[in-house]
Each structure stands twice: as structure tokens, then as C-alpha cells.
């Protein structure tokens, strides 16, 4: 008999149900997600995001509430991302710093009622700079060494309030090292840091920097003198080793789904968990295709899920976990 047919035939294993059930390689639970939440000043509020359609900006009285559901549903943890009024931001970002600030009462508050549930937070300055970069502005660019010192005290306050991990998304130099001797030396052991170690200077992130309010700022320069050049993947590899090495315990890439090749060779040099971020343009992407009657939300937020999972990413940032967790439940 020549060749493998008919001897071979692989739609055996895709014939029923059942034997579909067995043979899949690939599967997706709520406790993959972490779901990333915007928090606003005031109370009993949630407030639609134009450019984010089924996502709200929310008071940290709804955040808590918030936080209990993702927690019954099986929702590991939370990223908060604080929005700022802009007559309350400055060059410096100086609210970053401030123990009472927005984030650190809300990972209070999250922490009393919820203590079970993870916290990760971000460390950048982008929230609180009037000009949206994320780091100190000086002499036309961002200056490495000079941030670095405001990311490690922004860094120290996080965890000081009882975030569970600390998330550096501003792609400085050496920020995981200054963070970990940081953590280390403070006695705060046990915070773990999860790097935006390859962090792409994508314009799938727009809309969450019209969630902020931090686009209009940045002008046509943008972050390219510090998130990564999209074209480079061998320049991931370098960003995630570094990192590894300076102590950080889970890497992340950033976009999500048109860097699914990223992912997958991050994969196979590290062997610390890796998280994928479906950022703020890739969920309005699928939610415009839905409401334009492309397909079913739901089903292609599932499958998109899959491809991050089949790619090699251990958990995901999805603005869509909530309602995923609903689904599976
Ligand atoms: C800020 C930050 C950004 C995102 C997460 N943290 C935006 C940026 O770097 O401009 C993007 C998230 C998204 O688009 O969903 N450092």
C-alpha cells in the first residue's frame, strides 16, 4: 500500500463529541484570565467607555463588587489602571507616588473584601503625566535612569498597599533588577513582578489611551525612543532573558493576537509563566466585527482565547474575562 491513506485518516479523531473531547490539546478555564479594570475617583460609579464597548470605567465601591464576582466565577486577579482628571496630572506624574493615591486605596479596598483574589498593578507614569509618556520627559525624550528612581517608589507604594504583583509596562532599562532590590531589601519578599518585558510600540493600544485620557498628550512622536519596534522578534528573546535574570517572575507580550509568533518563541526560552495581553484594540477590533454581524462575540472572543492558550501563553489579559468566565460557567 502506497502513501498513508486510506490506513490514515485524522477525521477519525474529530468524528464524534466525545472522541473531540479526548483528543483536544488546548483548553480554556476562567482561572486562565486576569482581568484589567479602570478606576475612577467617586462613588457608585460605572460609566461606559465609548472606545471600549461592555467595558466601564468604575469607582472603587464598584471595583470591589466587581472584584467579589471575578473571584465566585474563578478569576485569578485584577490589573488596575487608574484614570486621572486631567487638571490633576503634572510633567513629573507626581499622584504615581502618593500612598493615598487612587490605586493604592483601591488595592485597600479590594484586599479587605477580597483577600483571596490577586492584584497586579501597573508601574508606569503614563496614567499621571500630562504629556502621557511613561516616564520623566527631559530635554526631548524619556530619560532611562532618571525614571527609574520614580518607577522603584512607585513601585514601593504598590506593594506597600498590598498589590500582588507589581507590573513595570514603561520599558525602561533595568527597571526589574532596581524594582527586585527594591522589593527585596523593603522585606516585601513575596510581591511578585510581572514585566511587560516585551512591550511593542503597537497602535492597538489606542483605545485604552482614550480610556486614560493619555493619547492626545503624546503627540506624533510617540513611544518608539522605548517600546519595542514591531518588526523585531530575536529582540524579544533578549528583552525576556534580561528580565529573567533581574527577577522577574512571569514575562508578559504585549500585543496579543497578531503576535502570537512572539509568544510562541518567548515560550520556548523561559520557563517562568508567560501572559499575553489581548490589548484595548484587538477587544474593539472583535467587538466592531460582532456589531457589524461578522460573528458571534462570544464565540470569537473563545477562540481567540484558544489561539493565546495554543500559542504557549499560560494566562491572559482580556478585557472580555468577565463575560468569558460567565460563559463557561
Ligand atoms: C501604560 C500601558 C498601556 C497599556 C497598558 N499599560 C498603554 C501604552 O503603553 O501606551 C495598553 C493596554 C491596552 O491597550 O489595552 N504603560
Not at 100 to 121: E, F, N, Q, S, T
Not at 299 to 308: A, D, G, P, Q, W
Amino acid at each position: 500500500m502506497n502513501g498513508r491513506f486510506p490506513a490514515i485518516r485524522p477525521r477519525r479523531t474529530r468524528s464524534a463529541t466525545w472522541i473531540r473531547n479526548l483528543a483536544r490539546e488546548t483548553s480554556v478555564t476562567a482561572h486562565d484570565f486576569i482581568q484589567p479594570l479602570f478606576v475612577v475617583e467617586g462613588e457608585g460609579i460605572r460609566k461606559p467607555i465609548p472606545s471600549l464597548p461592555g467595558v466601564d470605567h468604575l469607582s472603587i465601591d464598584r471595583v470591589v463588587e466587581t472584584a467579589r464576582a471575578a473571584y465566585d466565577l474563578g478569576i485569578p486577579a485584577l490589573a488596575l489602571f487608574p484614570v486621572i482628571a486631567s487638571n490633576l496630572k503634572d510633567p513629573e506624574g507626581k499622584l504615581a507616588i502618593d500612598p493615598d493615591g487612587l490605586i493604592p486605596r483601591c488595592v485597600r479596598a479590594v484586599k479587605k473584601a477580597v483577600p483571596d483574589i490577586g492584584i497586579m498593578c501597573d508601574v508606569a507614569l503614563d496614567p499621571y503625566t500630562d504629556h502621557g509618556h511613561d516616564g520623566l520627559f527631559i530635554d526631548g525624550d524619556v530619560a532611562n535612569d532618571a525614571t527609574l528612581a520614580v518607577l522603584v517608589k512607585q513601585a514601593e507604594v504598590l506593594a506597600e498597599a498590598g498589590s500582588d504583583m507589581v507590573s513595570p509596562s514603561d520599558m525602561m532599562d533595568g527597571r526589574v533588577g532596581a524594582i527586585r532590590d527594591m522589593l527585596e531589601s523593603r522585606g516585601f519578599v513575596n510581591t511578585m513582578i510581572l514585566s511587560y518585558a516585551v512591550k511593542y510600540a503597537s497602535v492597538f493600544y489606542g483605545p485604552f489611551r482614550s480610556a486614560l485620557g493619555s493619547a492626545s498628550a503624546l503627540g506624533v512622536k510617540g513611544k518608539h525612543s522605548y517600546q519595542m519596534d514591531i518588526s523585531n522578534k530575536r529582540e524579544a528573546i533578549k528583552e525576556v532573558l534580561l528580565d529573567v535574570a533581574e527577577g522577574a517572575d512571569m514575562v508578559m507580550v504585549k500585543p496579543g493576537m497578531p503576535y502570537l509568533d512572539v509568544i510562541s518563541a518567548v515560550r520556548e526560552v523561559v520557563d517562568v509563566p508567560v501572559v499575553a495581553y489581548q490589548v484595548s484594540g484587538e477587544y474593539a477590533m472583535l467587538a466592531a466585527g460582532a456589531a457589524a454581524g461578522a460573528f458571534d462575540f462570544m464565540r470569537v472572543m473563545h477562540e481567540s482565547m484558544v489561539c493565546f492558550k495554543r500559542a504557549g501563553a499560560d494566562a491572559i489579559l482580556t478585557y472580555a474575562a468577565l463575560q468569558l468566565a460567565r460563559e463557561l460557567a
